[in-house]
């Protein structure tokens, strides 16, 4: 009987799990961000800035990005679960 009596108290004693905090990373102002400091009509780093910081064409990295996400879905910007979008292919 005593074994009985302990198992029911170790399930009573089982705590619910909290829930974890959710971070705002400000994606979607990052994604705004990037595409307006690197790939608007009037960007903010011309075209050797770019080629610096990527080493690479900007030409290349967007159809690199573009090739990417025709190919798999993980490439493609979309809502995550807690309904906002989520990370940027770029």
Do not use: C, W
């Amino acid at each position: 009987m005593s074994m009985l009596q302990s198992e029911q108290q170790s399930e009573s004693s089982i705590r619910p799990r909290r829930g974890r905090k959710v971070i705002d990373r400000s994606r979607e102002e990052g994604h705004s961000r990037l595409v307006n400091d690197y790939f608007s009509k009037n960007p903010i780093y011309i075209n050797a800035q770019f080629r610096r910081r990527f080493q690479m064409h900007r030409h290349a990295f967007l159809r690199i990005v573009t090739i990417l996400g025709d190919h798999d879905e993980y490439f493609q910007m979309r809502v995550d679960a807690t309904g906002k979008m989520g990370l940027s292919p770029l």
